[in-house]
């Protein structure tokens, strides 16, 4: 199946700095990529979708000045989480919606481990 | 988006047939019913997806009625491998498959 991969699978970084994250579509093109983030024990909860091209949406409670995201390619969607703090400390997850004949599916990442200091 | 109701937990033992099942009342008539399994510190792994009837693929089945309200997995002998939490989401094909996750549920296998 398709492959979308994300970079770091892990980061720590120290309150008040930026971090970001890459997703990748590594065999397929993906017009549209969705954000997501999970705390632990808890399910996953959409931040944003991504839109190649165009402004991302974000989902309401999402600050999207803090959470800024890019998709400047049809591979490639990078999130980077402003200013951190300890309570962003989670792990996000990302995937790219695929779309071939009748066959719709999403595939996600492996996700990002971020961790604030 | 249609929200899904899914058990929070199940336990089950080693080869047994774990079924799964997933209430989705306000179902779409663009909604397609997908279930995803994850482990921890993973992304969702895709399992199976459907519209109407069953379908089956090399890991699991999926069965939804007619009314389309409801849908269930099955896991045919299951193993210890497969505890993990498995989510039911449905999406709108025409949206580009936004997908809301619900709370999963999390399946136990004992040895």
């Known amino acids: 199946g398709a492959v979308v991969s994300q970079h770091p699978s892990r980061v720590i970084c120290k309150s008040g700095t930026s971090v970001k994250i890459e997703c990748r579509s590594l065999?397929?093109?993906?017009?549209?990529m969705f954000w997501y983030r999970q705390f632990p024990k808890q399910s996953l909860m959409l931040m944003a979708t991504s839109n190649e091209g165009s402004k991302a949406t974000y989902e309401q409670g999402v600050e999207k000045d803090k959470f800024l995201i890019n998709h400047a390619s049809l591979t490639l969607s990078t999130l980077t989480v402003t200013s951190a703090h300890p309570e962003d400390s989670s792990f996000y997850i990302c995937s790219a919606f695929s779309r071939a004949g009748e066959s719709y599916e999403q595939y996600f990442g492996p996700g990002t481990r971020l961790t604030v200091t | 988006l249609a929200k899904t109701t899914q058990p929070i937990s199940m336990d089950s033992y080693e080869g047994q047939e774990v079924n799964i099942t997933c209430s989705h009342n306000?179902?779409?008539?663009?909604?397609?019913i997908t279930w995803y399994q994850q482990f921890p510190s993973q992304g969702p792994r895709f399992i199976i997806q459907?519209?109407?009837t069953k379908v089956t693929n090399e890991v699991a089945s999926l069965f939804i009625p007619a009314d389309r309200k409801s849908s269930t997995l099955s896991l045919p002998r299951v193993s210890l491998s497969d505890t993990a939490v498995y989510y039911c989401?449905?999406?709108?094909?025409?949206?580009?498959?936004?997908?809301?996750f619900g709370s999963g549920t999390r399946l136990l296998v004992r040895p």
């Open positions: 306000n179902i779409a008539t663009n909604d397609y």
């Open positions: 989401l449905v999406g709108d094909m025409d949206s580009s498959y936004k997908l809301i």
């Open positions: 459907g519209y109407k």
């Open positions: 065999d397929f093109q993906a017009t549209t």
